[in-house]
């Protein structure tokens, strides 16, 4: 073992290794209960997501363990799985097996683009700037979909948005998770989301015992393998769909992937990260396995951060999580009795972490702060992650020419931004 994941070479040991895994585990295994939650939302059955979840979080971490070789794990990204039901299904009318035949495609498409050198080109065309503005832009979308969820902020047909009940119990208990999600966080608490998470939903259990279901069971036998339905591959509203998932599953994976290379000991002295492109692709692989089985676009996960921090450094770290992702298929019946109103605020606390790269925007250049704005804050409004990705590629291509900086519009923001107009073409004329 200490060969095969070269730990002394890397300056661990195989109990840091499993410390490390259980670190990264703690600290995401609450998308065990909230991405079936959100999948349900699409028609699913949550126990067909449920299996799904786990065998596409088990199949993607222990390819980036076994074969890549980074201590990091793969999951169902937030965000693309909030965009699966509430854009895609609810938003586009698609039945749940035709988001799952985009997904497919999208995946499929990225993983070529992966293997290509187009990846590596492209990377260094996009601004960093609308990089940051498409991750701050889907951070609120989070946001708006969890205050929905936990009756927070509710339709209203004079404001558009209004507040919701603050005199029923759920609403009261969804703040309170929410707070104490952030509370255990700042103390560095593993597992935080997922204890506050347990913690809400005792105490809902406890004023509604018939809600609460068991502990432990044999795993489900509902499926929703190999269900992707292409009958709408050739619309304008399935191109439009793959047009987002790939870029956006594009963006999450690499600035996460980038971002986690120091601490996993993948930098190199000249800055290229070692063993990027196999990183990639095993997070490409599980997005394909991901859709096969039913479940929404897969991701590296910047909670592996959580057992980077713990010391890990080889795929063991990976292994690992997966063992342990693998072992919740027992407790089916437990993730399914957690009501709404305690993972509801989970999506709000996800969101808070999209946020973090404005601090690096010159908001004094306007030619830059407005484009990030515009991406920001229509995602939310328009409850399109599309419409922010084009109309902000609209307004930086604008911005920059009338401002004389034509110099900073490379050849990657011209191919999004013709994308962003067909995707228009297609929304409008479609």
């Not at 190999?226 to 304008?236: E, G, K, R, V, Y």
């Not at 971002?259 to 492109?277: F, M, Q, T, W, Y």
């Not at 515009?374 to 995602?379: D, F, G, K, P, S």
């Amino acid at each position: 073992m200490d060969k095969f994941f070269k730990i002394s070479e890397q300056g661990s040991t195989i109990r840091t290794e499993m410390q490390a895994g259980l670190s990264t585990f703690l600290t995401m295994a609450f998308i065990v209960a909230v991405n079936p939650a959100i999948l349900s939302d699409s028609g699913i059955d949550f126990g067909a997501a449920f299996v799904a979840t786990i065998i596409a979080t088990v199949f993607g971490t222990l390819i980036m363990g076994l074969w890549a070789g980074w201590p990091v794990a793969v999951a169902p990204g937030m965000g693309l799985n909030a965009f699966f039901t509430y854009v895609v299904v609810f938003g586009y009318g698609f039945t749940w097996q035709q988001a799952l035949a985009a997904v497919f495609v999208s995946s499929v498409i990225f993983f070529i683009f992966s293997a290509s050198r187009l990846r590596g080109w492209l990377i260094r065309s996009i601004p960093k700037a609308l990089q940051i503005g498409i991750t701050a832009g889907i951070g609120l979308f989070l946001a708006i979909i969890g205050l929905t969820g936990a009756g927070i902020i509710v339709d209203n047909p004079d404001t558009l948005i209004g507040l919701g009940d603050l005199t029923t119990a759920p609403v009261w208990l969804a703040i309170i998770g929410l707070i104490l999600m952030a509370g255990l966080e700042h103390r560095g608490i593993k597992g935080s989301i997922l204890i506050a998470i347990l913690a809400i939903s005792i105490l809902g259990w406890s004023t509604t015992p018939d809600s609460f279901g068991g502990i432990i069971s044999a795993p489900p036998e509902a499926s929703a393998l190999f269900q992707m339905d292409f009958s709408a591959i050739l619309t304008p509203a399935f191109l439009s769909v793959v047009f987002v998932m790939f870029f956006v599953d594009f963006f999450d994976t690499t600035g996460t992937l980038t971002a986690i290379a120091g601490p996993a000991g993948k930098r190199n002295a000249d800055g290229s990260v070692e063993g990027l492109d196999k990183a990639t692709l095993a997070d490409t692989s599980a997005s394909i396995v991901g859709a096969a089985v039913g479940t929404s676009n897969m991701t590296t996960y910047l909670e592996s951060a959580a057992g980077l921090r713990a010391g890990g450094r080889t795929g063991l770290t990976a292994v690992i999580v997966a063992v342990l992702f693998l072992s919740c298929l027992f407790f089916e019946p437990l993730f399914a009795s957690i009501p709404a109103y305690a993972t509801a605020p989970a999506l709000i606390f996800v969101a808070s972490s999209f946020m973090s790269g404005l601090r690096d925007i010159d908001w004094d250049d306007v030619s830059q702060a407005l484009p990030v704005l515009v991406t920001v804050i229509l995602m939310p409004l328009t409850f399109s992650i599309a419409a922010g990705i084009a109309f902000g590629f609209f307004c930086y291509v604008g911005c920059k020419m009338l401002a004389g900086k034509t110099s900073d519009l490379t050849s990657g923001v011209w191919v999004i931004t013709g994308f962003a107009a067909l995707w228009l073409m297609l929304t409008v004329w479609g």
